[in-house]
């Protein structure tokens, strides 16, 4: 681990309704290594057995939990599964893996850890830097980046609101905050939630499970979010997440599935604590229903007809106001 890295700063809440503690998976797309040479990578930083799955797929069992390591590309992860039991069938499968290395990113997928065991991760990416791995400025159209998984403390209404709204008041300062590149704010992945939207959640007190569904499926019936509800929702009433999102890969899961940081594994200063730590911004304004009240109400008295909220003026504002109320 590279002494300069953060520590992973621990939420406001950090226990479920039942008393344990919240769990965290990480999603870490990169190029600049084969997928052997990346999953002897993680078992280096972290140990366990790692396993050939498949020409596109390997897997580290871990005593908490499987970490994934794979080549993020459907049709070569489709086709080596299917050749995997037949004899010789992966030879040209494994050629493709190596010249898939170099155009489409891999991917180490974490087991939800829970919060006192992040510090564990924090040899992953000293280890996979070391190896040759490449991030988010790596490539102009692969768009690579992170992917928070972090467990919703309470599954009701109350709690989802609160950090639905604290995140779509903050989701312009966060594109600012973790620097997100130009590629990927180009690309549709990580669009933001409409204008039009966060003002209908400021205007709101606190609407019900059943009114949060519809309000979201309205103005956001897509995976391509920076904060996808759509696994959480999927969790609660999968069927009528289905309905509007006709999509195979909701996983559903009592989990926020935040996709808006870079993977700047090629920087020495950079670490999954970095993107964690952000993210926490969200955690603490959630925690305070009574700032997000008034934050809500400056918000709707700055927009104008037609023109909105003027985005940089409420990302200086934001910057300022959460210092005063020492949210970061």
């Known amino acids: 681990m590279d002494s300069q890295e953060p520590a992973f700063k621990m939420p406001p809440v950090q226990e479920t309704a ?13 190029s600049g290594l084969t997928l052997k040479t990346a ?3 993680v078992a280096t930083a972290l140990g366990g057995d790692l396993q050939q799955d498949s020409a596109a797929e390997m897997s580290l069992h871990h005593e908490h939990g499987c970490f994934n390591i794979e080549i993020d590309w459907d049709f070569l992860k489709r ?33 939800p850890l829970p919060l006192d065991r992040l510090p564990m991760l924090q040899a992953l990416v000293p280890a996979l830097r070391d190896a040759g791995a490449r991030g988010t400025e790596e490539s102009l159209i692969a768009a690579y980046g992170v992917h928070i998984n972090a467990e919703i403390p309470r599954l009701d209404a109350e709690t989802l609101f609160a950090y639905l709204r604290a995140f779509a008041l903050l989701q312009w300062w966060l594109v600012d905050t973790h620097k997100v590149d130009i590629a990927r704010r180009a690309s549709p992945y990580i669009d933001l939630y409409p204008e039009a939207y966060v003002r209908l959640l400021c205007a709101q007190r606190q609407p019900s499970m059943d009114e949060i569904f519809s309000d979201y499926l309205q103005h956001n019936a897509t995976r391509n979010r920076a904060l996808d509800l759509l696994p959480l929702l999927a969790e609660i009433d999968e069927p009528r997440v289905r309905r509007a999102v006709d999509d195979p890969r909701i996983k559903s899961r009592p989990a926020f599935h935040y996709r808006l940081p870079n993977c700047q594994i090629e920087k020495r200063d950079w670490s999954l604590a970095c993107s964690w730590n952000i993210w926490c911004t969200v955690e603490a304004l959630a925690a305070r229903p009574e700032l997000q009240v008034q934050l809500s109400e400056e918000f709707l008295s700055r927009s104008q007809p037609i023109l909105g909220v003027n985005r940089n003026k409420w990302t200086k504002f934001i910057d300022q106001w959460l210092n005063d109320h020492a949210l970061v």
């Open 18 to 30: 039942s008393g344990d503690l919240r769990r965290v998976g990480f999603e870490l797309e990169f």
């Open 79 to 111: 086709h080596a599964s299917e050749a995997g039991t037949r004899e010789g069938g992966e030879g040209w499968l494994d050629l493709l893996s190596q010249v898939a290395a170099l155009v489409v990113p891999i991917e180490v997928v974490c087991p």
């Open 39 to 41: 999953g002897e990578a």
